[in-house]
């Protein structure tokens, strides 16, 4: 086993705060939280004493949205107009990527989710064969969310991955899932609904991240994207929608009542200018969410810290209301609502037989003092800086700069640089 | 000598070019920028030689508007609206301050300062000489900016400590300034026109910081508190304005001809929901721009990394334009604007003969690469993991995580939480 003892806990399995005591991990899994009594230690066998020495122990972030893979293109063409970026500079770019490609700038990402405390990233992208080895062979958990567009050919492809990743590797798992309304022909929304009924499981895919994609499908169908997902049934399993910037209330009571998670992006949508979501009118309309980083060509860092500082300022600012979307809120959203919006319930906190997915927090550093509030200074002056372990299935991964992902770190950037060159001679 | 080797150079004397070459150090200036003939290296003698191994040096970040010292309110009570937060929380706090508490605060302000690779503050608060104690023996560069208000019987402190402060240490200078137009009576703004006038000096202020505050100096005055400040002469010879959020093209005029810096705040102005700067029509109208943190009661950090990308991505959101505030106009207003506008012309870039101010930045994170663009690395997925050495003056203040300003970092932290104990029991 291996013991994390002489810190502070935050569990976040029921309310926000901090307490004293220990947590074992045996395999994957957290089999301890508490003071141990004696008798207890004195049977226990670790591999691995970590003294936490008054630093905080906590369940690790999990990324709600990102497209993972799409590290090669951080800044690269930033500062651009979105149409210039996404036509001239993404797509073709995109279009020319390999499997290969695809391995390594996801091996890059992982490094950097590690460095923000990050243990999971529901994922949408492709070449998932190599995505998903990325991944097992850093020991990092992943969701991949399906992204279908185009014809009802597709929910085929969609299908067959479904039923392809899930249960193939404990790191490993897929929902159904597709690109967004804007990208699919009415046929693929029916046979998704259709899939959807067949499995009795969640269908996660954009949804309503311009004013523009809402616009455009209600001169389509008289409807939102919301509403019109609803009406087909993709969402009667429930599922998540990612970014939910331009949401009518029937949205988002439509949300609530099928327990579809809104999965937040706040640096993408205030980078690409989309706007800024209405969470705090969806949580009192009683909608559960997550919040992601989106990719890294539309962010740029993969940094849950910085997400969660604007998930609340964010919304302090169009409340006009300084206490609007408090600390609490923002954390439990990061690390256990993001968690069950994935499909990981069991990794969503510190309690026995959960995932052992952990992050410790550094709180001997000057952004960490005060210690007036823990909580709030994670979200309000927390940075990346302050991890100084992130452990995903009982691994520790990451632990004072150090990488122990399988790979060395210099030799992960020196082949992304090479696919990148060899892409723009491709 | 110190010698900086095998690295790139942002130097930021012209452009925002990344080249190579070496930086000698001699005393607080830096002495050679460039690559040395085998004649020069031969002749020089270097105490310390900083191999960067491909890591970047760069000018250190200025942060042009703080109140240090405020550390100590720090997630003490965020999340409550405003009023309440003022009236019944930091007023009466801060009414209790000694000058050993500020000290001790001020000390904490500055490791975050070094964590975050700022080397010179902006500072408007009290207890001055405890406060220019702390960053003596810290060895951090501070301007203080006057912060009077009332009546014109303050007019008389000001100046008393613009003659002592400006010359007493090479680390520290003292500009003319005051709180804000809404705390500061009619005599008191024209007495300090006419000490401006006295020693041909700029000015600097909160301004503008609120719709309601420039509202009620129009009630008041007629004007705006720009346009009220110059036609008392008070921009005579320039200064800076802190916030500048709620601002009419005639204000940015008179900035613009009066050489005055706006000085844009933006996690603040986001958190207590302030608004939005309108920074690119500044800057199309020739305004000179700076960026601070403010005070850590309302950000909460004190992280240039994170005011940097907010710059930038606010103005995105603003102007619907994600091709607006480029990076390189961010980072040239955070090291080179934020410097001139407190004064420091001789810290603003990389040249001979300049103060060493300099930074090394860790190209080897994984946010860091790839390398396509290191500039806006730097201010779309930088944050202060990134930031390897801060020196200030020539001397390394930080380096790999650890503090060189002649105090132990837990010693400050315990000291803090001692005098936050007794300001509470007082």
């Known amino acids: ?36 009594t004696d008798e207890q230690l004195k049977t226990a066998s670790f591999e691995r004493e970590i003294d936490l020495d008054g630093d905080l122990l906590m369940p690790a972030i999990k990324n709600a949205h990102t497209h993972s893979a799409m590290t090669f293109l951080r800044s690269y063409a930033d500062d651009l107009p979105l149409q210039d970026w996404l036509f001239t500079q993404v797509f073709p770019m995109e279009a020319k990527l390999t ?42 958990r992943t969701v991949m969310c399906g992204a279908v567009s185009g014809g009802r050919e597709n929910a ?4 067959e991955r479904y039923l392809k990743y899930n249960g193939m590797h404990p790191l490993i798992s897929f929902r159904l899932g597709f690109h967004a ?34 616009r455009e499908c209600m001169e389509k ?30 949205d988002m009571d439509i949300f609530a009542n099928r327990g579809v998670y809104a999965v937040t992006c706040p640096c993408s949508n205030l980078k690409l200018a989309s706007g800024i979501a209405p969470l705090t009118t969806m949580l009192e309309r009683g909608v559960k969410l997550g919040i992601g980083t989106d990719g890294p060509a539309s962010n740029n860092a993969l940094d849950m810290f910085r997400e969660m500082y ?9 409340c006009n209301d300084a206490a609007a979307m408090p600390a609490d809120v923002v954390l439990k959203t990061a690390c256990c609502g993001s968690a069950h919006a994935m499909g990981l319930d069991d990794c969503d906190c510190i309690a026995p037989g959960k995932q052992a997915d ?29 991890v100084k372990l992130t452990m995903v299935a009982g691994k520790v991964l990451y632990e004072n700069g150090q990488f122990s992902v399988g790979e060395d770190a210099q030799r992960i950037y020196a082949k992304c640089a090479e696919h990148f060159d060899a892409l723009c001679r491709r």
Request: one cysteine or more; a negative charge; glycine letters at 8%.
């Open 1 to 36: 086993m291996i013991r994390f003892k002489n810190g502070r806990l935050l569990t976040l399995s029921s309310g926000c705060e901090v307490s004293c005591g220990e947590v074992w991990v045996e395999g994957d899994k957290i089999a301890f939280v508490g003071k141990p």
């Open 99 to 140: 499997g290969e490609d695809v391995y390594w700038f996801a091996r890059l990402a992982i490094l950097e989710y590690l460095t923000s405390g990050v243990s999971a990233s529901f994922d949408m992208y492709f070449e998932l064969d190599d995505y998903v080895r990325a991944n097992i062979e850093s020991g990092f």
């Open 156 to 159: 085929k492809k969609l299908e």
């Open 181 to 214: 309304e804007y990208t699919a022909e009415y046929g693929l929304l029916e046979d998704i609904a259709a899939l959807a009924e067949k499995y009795k499981a969640p269908v996660s895919t954009h949804n309503s991240e311009t004013a523009k994609e809402v």
């Open 221 to 250: 169908y008289g409807k939102t994207p919301t509403a019109l997902f609803d009406s087909l049934g993709i969402y009667n399993y429930g599922g998540a929608g990612f970014h939910c910037v331009h949401f009518t209330e029937e």
């Open 310 to 318: 604007l998930m609340a300022v964010l919304q302090k600012q169009r």
């Open 358 to 386: 952990l992050i410790v927090i550094d709180l001997k550093k000057p952004s960490m003092q005060p210690e007036h509030n823990i909580p709030k200074n994670l979200i309000y002056s927390g940075s990346k800086e302050n």
